[in-house]
């Protein structure tokens, strides 16, 4: 059974840092291109940052541009995001997602068929 499992989200003031994992089990994520997904409470569900396979690129928006970097550890078969810099408007709840392909997306939520359940991350003082 294909699983994603996130954690390490909290509370933290602004301009501190939160680390999140996205734990895979019942498949090799090093295999599979994944992306982390943000929803804040009253919007849709966005992209934010993803990590493609076997070398692939990795894409990420405007807004967390120098402030957060996605990197697998094969080892552990998980996929970590390090948020830095941290902004009240980074509130949101925070998903990891995974699709056996090479190139990732973070433009939709339909290009990733498995997704984790959710770690929330709230900014603020």
């Known amino acids: 059974q294909l699983r994603l499992v996130e954690s390490g989200g909290g509370l933290v003031q602004p301009g501190g840092s939160l680390r999140l994992s996205c734990a895979a089990s019942?498949?090799?994520?090093?295999?599979?291109?994944v992306g982390w997904f943000r929803q804040a409470p009253g919007k849709e569900r966005e992209g934010v940052i993803c990590m493609s396979s076997s070398g692939g690129p990795t894409k990420y928006v405007d807004s967390v541009k120098g402030r957060f970097t996605i990197f697998r550890d094969n080892a552990k078969n998980t996929v970590y995001l390090q948020m830095n810099s941290l902004k009240p408007e980074d509130t949101a709840v925070y998903y990891c997602?995974?699709?056996?392909?090479?190139?990732?997306?973070?433009?939709?939520?339909?290009?990733?068929?498995?997704w984790g359940q959710g770690t929330q991350v709230t900014v603020s003082s």
């Open positions: 019942g498949f090799a994520l090093d295999y599979y291109a």
């Open positions: 997602a995974a699709n056996g392909v090479i190139m990732c997306e973070i433009d939709s939520i339909y290009a990733y068929p498995f």
